[in-house]
C-alpha cells in the first residue's frame, strides 16, 4: 500500500530524475513501518535546474526567511511549481530556523545548512550526501565572497569580498566585516549574507545537476595545513581525538609553544 | 483554495496544539502563492509528547541514521502515529544529512540541529523559535552529558559525562574524548553521542510542552565570561564585530597578550 501511494506521486518524476530510477528511490526507506511515517521518504527525485535563475530567487528568499529558508526553497519551490506533490507539500518555513548560523548562534553558515538538507532530501545515499556536502563546504570555506550581483539589489554598489574561511556564521560574517569595515548587522552585512545566500544556492544547483547528470567530480580538497593536522588527529591516526572537516587553524590561530 | 485543503488536515490538531489555534496557525503562511507551495507550511500543530519515550525512540533512531535524524524523527513519528497527515508525509530520511555536525563537518552538533528544525517546525514565529532554541542551545553547552541510561544499551556500562562546553560537534565530541580516554569514532564515543541523543530529544520535548501548555521559561543563561566578551563586540556594542551565541573561549583559548 505504502508503495502503490509513493508510485503514484513520484512515478514519473523518478523517470526524469536521471539516474535515480524508481527501484533506487524506494529502497532507501528508512524508518520502519512501525514509526506512521507512510508517505514519500528520502531520495526525492531531482530534476536539473537553472543555476542562476535559482540565486535570483534565493537572493530573494534571504529577505523573506533568512539564509537557510533562503538557500533551501528556491529548489523546492521550483520542482513544486513544475511538479506539484510531493515538493508543494514541504514545511520550508521551519527552515527559517537556521538564520545566523540556527537562531542566531552563530554556529553552521545556515545558507550552508539549507543547502546540506537539500542535498539530504536528493541523495541517494550517505555517501553521496558526504561527497556533496564536502566539495559545497570546502568552496564555501575556500571561495571570495560574494560573488552573486543582483539586478535589482536592496543595497546597492560594488561589495566587497572575503574568504570565508571557516563554514562557521561567526567565523565568516567577522571574517567580511573586517574585510569591508563594516559593522555587524549593519545593511551591508545583510546584503553580504543575501548575496552570499545566492552564491550558495547556486553552487548546490551546480553540484546536483552535475550528480544526477553522472558528471560529478570534487573539485576541492583540504588545505595542506589541515591534511598536517589531520595527519596526527584525525579517526585512525595517531592520537586520533578530533572529528570534523573544518579549516584547523580559523580557532586553533596561536597553539602552545610545545605543540610539534 | 489553499485553505480550505489546510483546514482539513489540520483542522482537528489546530485545536488540541493549546495555544496554537487556526487562525494563527494560518496567519504564518511565509510563502507567496507563485511559489509552488500549496501545502502546509509552518507552524504544524504539536501536541504534547512524553519526554522519557522520546528519549528512549531517539537513542535507537541514532543507529538507524544518526544524530540529527536520531533527534528529529521521534517526536514526528509520534504525532504521525497519532494523527496521521501531514507528519506521516514528512521525508524524515533527510535529517541524516546532519551527521556528525552536517556531513562529518563537525560543526553544529546533529543533535541540536535536528531539534532547532523540530522547533521551526512548531514554533508560532522567530522570536519564539530564538527564545526555545537558545534554551536547548545553552542546557548543552553547559550540562554534563549524557545524561539517558538505556534499558538496553548497545555498548553496556556506566557512560563517562563531560560538559561540552561548545554546541560544536567537533569541540563536544574532543572534550567527551579527552575526559574518557577514548579515541574517536570508537564503540564508546558513538554510544556517548546516541545516549547524548537521547538527552537532546528529551530536553526538545519538553521545552516544547512547557511552551505549548503556556508555561514556558529559560532556565540557562550566557556564562560570565560570554557576556564580558559580548559587552564590547556583539551587535550594539563598541565594536559591533561579531555574531554569535556561542562560548567565546572554547575557540578563544589564548588570546593576545595586548587584548584587555
Known sequence: MKQVTRRQVLGPLAIAAGSCVLSSCLSKRV??????????DVPWPYEE??????AARAYDGYRQGHCM????????????????????????????YGAGGAGGSGSL??????????????????DETKLLVDEL?????????????P????????????????I??????????????????????????????ADTAKKTVEILNANFAGRFSSVHDFEQDVK?????????????????KMRCGTCHFSLPAEHP
Open 31 to 40: 524508518v520502519s513501518s512501525s514509526d506512521g511515517i507512510t508517505g514519500q
Open 69 to 96: 529558508y533562503g538557500a533551501f526553497v528556491p529548489v523546492v519551490s521550483q520542482l513544486a511549481e513544475r511538479r506539484g506533490e510531493p515538493y508543494s507539500s514541504f514545511p520550508v518555513g521551519m527552515m527559517r
Open 168 to 197: 562557521l556564521c561567526h567565523v565568516s560574517v567577522t571574517m567580511w566585516c573586517r574585510a569591508s569595515g563594516y559593522k555587524i548587522s549593519s545593511k551591508q552585512q545583510k546584503e553580504r549574507c543575501a548575496r552570499l545566500t
Open 228 to 244: 598536517t593536522c589531520k595527519s596526527c588527529h584525525t579517526k585512525g591516526s595517531e592520537k586520533s581525538n578530533t572529528r570534523g
Open 49 to 54: 535546474l537553472d543555476a542562476d535563475a535559482t
Open 137 to 149: 563546504f570546502l568552496w564555501y570555506e575556500q571561495t571570495e565572497l560574494p560573488v552573486y550581483e
Open 151 to 166: 539586478a535589482k539589489p536592496v543595497v546597492a554598489g560594488q561589495m566587497r569580498k572575503s574568504v570565508p574561511n571557516s
Open 109 to 126: 553558515c545556515g545558507a550552508l545548512n539549507g543547502s546540506a538538507a537539500l542535498i539530504g532530501l536528493f541523495a541517494r545515499n550517505e
